[in-house]
């Protein structure tokens, strides 16, 4: 199975190729960035659709992430990929960007808990836990730095992720190795999570964690008879 | 030449397939639109990160069905169009990107349409109009006359300094407790009122330039709702039909002023074309049809599903300026802000 895969959820616009899941990209490229994802990912797809043989008429699958992360950004991804399953009439599925950090600590680590943290701005962060096993600790959810430490317990944990140094530095008394704190996840294990996801659940939809910041308002009305 | 147009500018999710004919008449193939109109009721008025959330989960399901309607494959079509602006930034971004990204994976040509360039050459698609006309776009969140010279040609003659005048039929339903979206909500309760019982003003008659005022007008007729609370029915459709009438005064009278501008910059129009979602106004219509017959013009309206946003102006449009080789490549930028005529100043805000 050849699958495309696509992030712009947080502070990269990326994208890859992959044959048969576990190998390596035939076809790879990430550019480091806050903003601008929406310019720069169309012409990236080009780019790295025209390094391998068949473009996009040769993919079976597209794998995209779905946040949590930048609202818009995410929604970049999502956009693209909805069109090129629909141009190409191939499934496309979600990958949570929480999942796609994860995975390249159960790759590297298998003795203690594994936690992702993305910073989400305000002294929060998206954050998940998983066991060793790959077993869910704590669901994707949004908390207070502080309260992230206090879901970790004693530790000892594994950390990766942009959040991982404020989770680390809240932390005093806890076994806990930051992994890494790049700003996005590899694209490559969007590609590997993606081949292996079932597109009947894993649908490409945006994982916000937050609502839409809006609050009904009628105070203006006038009093009726 | 068949081209698909999407439209994401603000609360309406569209998807549409026009096809130009060999005698240079436009038929529209398939037009989907989903309103978001019960996701932003609660607020009354749309709320920017509510209508991009919607945007994004609806958008493919429409261009999927707008394409079976019209029995197409992407690759029968000519071209991709897309408003990429001007409008609510996030779901401006979600049309354009899924614009081209269909272009690239289909090979096909994109186009990147002003949505405002979309309402303004309607009447070409509807009823074949030459060039020049004189355009009013009066809708949520524009109001403006234009003189629509050509395909991309346009010079603004007035706008409004402060709110669009569907905005000020929305805020004057809120304050009324009519329902939203409020334009036609004002509109009914307006039927059986008395247009004669408030003495609103009329802001901006009878300058010589041509832009609109409505804040002043809107404040006016809270102060005398709120003297008169709590309010009848019988109040509710007073005031209305009042506010409605000062509107249409002032419409009218911009219109005409703005008629006398077009001849100065364009010389004589073919015909008094009026769009956006307002256009739908009965009383308004009916109001700008004796202007334009005192003037020995044709009114042209668009039917009512082409008033409101849709993706069927946009890929009209798309095919107007794929005609003419004005076609977009895969770096061109959403835009929450595109005047028609970028060279000239702003003169409000909401424009």
Redesign the interface.
Known sequence: MRILAIDTALGACAACIIDNGLGEPIAHESLIMDRGH??A???L??RVAARVEGG?TSLDRVAVTVGPGS??GM??G???A???????RIPVVGVTTLSALLAALVADDNRRLLAAAIDARHGQVYFQVIAPSGQTVVAPTLLKVRDAVRLLGAGPAALIGSGAAAVAAEAAGIDLAVHDTRPAPDIVWVARLGSVADPAHALP??L?LRG???????Q?????? | MRVLGLETTCDETAAAVVRLSEDGHGEILANEVLSQIAEHA????V?P??A??AH??A??HL??RALAQARLT?DDLDGIAAAAGPGL??GV??????????A???RKPLLAVNHLEGHALTARLTDAIGFPYLLLLVSGGHTQLIAVKGVGDYVRLGTTIDDAIGEAFDKVA????LPYPGGPEVERAAEGGDPDRFALPRPMLGRPDANFSLAGLKTALRLE??RI????DA??ADLCASFQAAVVDVVVDRTRVGLRLFREAAGHPTAVVVAGGVAANQTMRRALQRLAAEAGLRLLAPPLPLCGDNGAIIAWAGIERLRLGLVDD??V??RARWPLDAGRDEAGEKA
Do not use: S
Not at chain 1, 82 to 88: E, M, N, V, Y
Not at chain 1, 220 to 225: E, M, V, Y
């Open positions: 929406a310019e990912l169309v012409p797809l080009d996009f609202y818009t929604r970049v999502i956009a693209a909805r069109a090129i399953g629909l141009a190409c939809k945006p916000y839409p910041d809006a609050r009904p308002q009628d203006a009305r006038l009093p009726r008879r | 609660a607020y009354g008025g709320v990160e509510i991009a959330r994004v989960e958008l493919d261009i999927d992407l930034i996030g971004i979600v049309g354009l990107t899924t614009a081209k990204t269909l690239l994976v289909a809120k304050l009324l407790g709702a709120e609370a709590p309010l009848t109040d509710v895969m770096t930028p959403a």
